[in-house]
Structures are given as C-alpha cells and as structure tokens.
C-alpha cells in the first residue's frame, strides 16, 4: 500500500530556502511512476508546483516556481524531495506529495491525475 509522508516544511524570510521530503513509506512506487508537489494556501485551490515522471527523472514546473525549486528523486531511498530557494510569501502554503503509479510522460498538472496523497507539510515563508 503507498503511504507518502511529508517533511521539511517550516518558517522561513522571504529569500530562503527549505527542503521537502516525501517517503513512500509502503515502498510499493517503483521508478516509473510519477511523482508531485501541489500546494494549498487558505481559500485558494490546489495548486500545482512540479512533478517527476519515471527512472529517467523527466520534470515539468509552472512558471510560479520555474527557477527556484526543484524536484529530485532518489529511487533507493523511495523518497521524492522539492528543493526550495528564493522563497517569497505567495509560496506560503500547505504543500502535499501526490503519487500516480504510472509514467505520466506529459501533463500530471491537476490532482485528478493522482491517485495517493501525503497529509501535507506547512511552508510559511514571512516577509
């Protein structure tokens, strides 16, 4: 069974940087699936951030964040992470770890693309 947990979250000035870190704790993903971060602030709607699509480790990132993070995976460890830098305060949010078993070689930007979600992490980033 996946099971994704979230960590690394935490308060941070505006020009920081932080690390994510989502473990699939069942160990069940193998290095074809795809991987990604959304986040959600207040009011607002889930929000893509970036994703990773199989062993060849191909991403896509929206122009929000295009630049300043960057997502990895380390197969070995089952863990997928999200490299934050030059943090800004529209970053701050709840940012959860989707899984979809499957090679998604194009588009995976919307949560109906996921089929397991992580409890989320809480990024807040002051000005």
């Known amino acids: 069974q996946v099971q994704l947990v979230e960590s690394g979250g935490g308060l941070v000035q505006t020009g920081g940087s932080l690390r994510l870190s989502c473990a699939d704790s069942?160990?069940?993903?193998?290095?074809?699936?795809?991987m990604a971060w959304f986040r959600q602030a207040p009011g607002k709607e889930r929000e893509f951030v970036a994703r990773?699509?199989?062993?060849?480790?191909?991403?896509y990132y929206p122009a929000s964040v295009k630049g300043r993070f960057t997502i990895s995976r380390d197969n070995s460890k089952n863990t997928v992470y999200l490299q934050m830098n030059s943090l800004k305060p529209e970053d701050t949010a709840r940012y959860y770890c989707?899984?979809?078993?499957?090679?998604?070689?194009?588009?995976?930007?919307?949560?109906?693309?996921?089929?397991?979600w992580g409890q989320g992490t809480q990024v807040t980033v002051s000005s």
């Open positions: 989707a899984a979809n078993p499957r090679l998604l070689p194009v588009g995976g930007t919307t949560p109906s693309d996921y089929d397991y």
């Open positions: 990773v699509s199989g062993s060849a480790g191909m991403t």
């Open positions: 069942g160990r069940t993903l193998n290095s074809r699936s795809t």
